[in-house]
């Protein structure tokens, strides 16, 4: 008997409370600690670049203490209850800093409840994913589920990035700190009520060997397969450009873009931005795929991603009169990104079979643990270079006293820190793009003539040994 609809529903309203956490601790952490509590810049992000490198490497680690549990309620659901209730009183502390706290007790504070954010987050996410096998039979649905997991995970995401702001203004009014304590208490609650309903009405239906992959086998898979090389530094490079953009635009909306209602401005810019990547994942990727092969396909997005930095540089310099202009970078941007976001994976399982082909071995599990590695590896990088920027530019309010009252940021920054800002967030990124494009022209060969020659070698080779059984 296949997945019932509640199973499925249940399952996928997991991925929802998850994505939240996850998207509210990504892209406003730094916002939190730097520009509303006054935490030095330079500081939050040498915390938030260290925790997401020890978080990034405490993933396999936390695979092998899943893999070797044994209950009476299975392997996977007790530490996806317990990830999910200690990561969501640490989501709370996080964003309820003490107010007796001075400088050097609230970075301690950060930097403590910000490793167990993620310790704990991790705890959760490894079952989540991992228990898929537990309770599907085939591939297909198996496929299917895992599509429709990652759909629920980027609808929480897009939730939490568009409602934000918004809502911390609603609940707190002018006091930020205090509205993204009740939003986070809001956050928290959901995500435990989302991932009791996936563990109560998704249960195990089988005893399942999970196949973890060590840090050491990472680098060493990699090593011998030098276009899943290829396809890891070009990711990494491509998601700092990114992540650099999508950890500042907050504060071009609030001290450049300016304006007493900024917030729905960068709301507005959330939401098309949103919609915008996941019909790039849904309808413009296939259309592409219909003329183009993924290499191009590649060329062609990381070209739009630098045209749309480049008109956002540009359209910096007007008026900036309406949040709609910046529609047409954003565009450009949200487009290329959400195709990209599936290249990742195309490339990636390419890999895979180029291994085989190459070493005599299939790397899947290894290859794909890749994927969350890189990914929180490039956004410590990318917090990392936003925090030189603020630090540099000396972006927080407390440099702006004089328009607190009317609440325009805009008004009391100097124009050389603007400039610092947009420079940053534009022009930064198209270099790290244009150097992902170069390394992966030379590097990487695995086009589709290539892919059907590995194809029909692989399938030569599994009859040759069926003819031999």
Known sequence: MGLTFKEKISYGLGAVGKDMVYMLSASYILYYYQDILGINAMIMGTILLVARIFDAFNDPIMGVIVAKTKTKWGKFRPWLMIGTISNAVILFMMFAMPPAFDGKGMAAYAAITYILWGVTYTMMDIPYWSMIPAFTKTGKEREGLTTLAR????AGSAIVTVITMMAVHWLGGDNERV?????AVIISILFIVFITVTCINVKEKSNVDMETASVGQMFKALVKNDQAMTAVIAIVLINCSV?????????FFKYDFGGTK???????FNMFGGAIQILSMMIFYPLLRKKCSNVKIFY?????????????????FTAMSSVYILFVPGFFIFAANGVLQVLTTVFLANSVDYGEYKNGRRDESVIFSMQT?????ASGVAA???SICLSINNLKSDAVTEAEKNLDFSLNVA??????LRMTMSLIPVVGLFIAIFYFKKKFILDEKKMEEISKELGNKSEHAVGQA
């Open 243 to 251: 992540y650099i953009t999508s950890n500042l635009v907050i504060y």
């Open 300 to 316: 062609i997005c990381t070209a739009s991603a630098v045209i749309g930095y480049i008109c956002l540089f540009a359209i910096a």
């Open 179 to 183: 509205g993204f304590m009740w939003f």
């Open 262 to 268: 900024w917030f729905e401005s960068y709301t507005y």
């Open 384 to 386: 990392f270079a936003a």
């Open 151 to 154: 759909s629920c995970a980027g």
């Open 373 to 377: 590695f890189v990914v929180k590896l």
């Open 415 to 420: 124009q050389s820190a603007k400039i610092g």
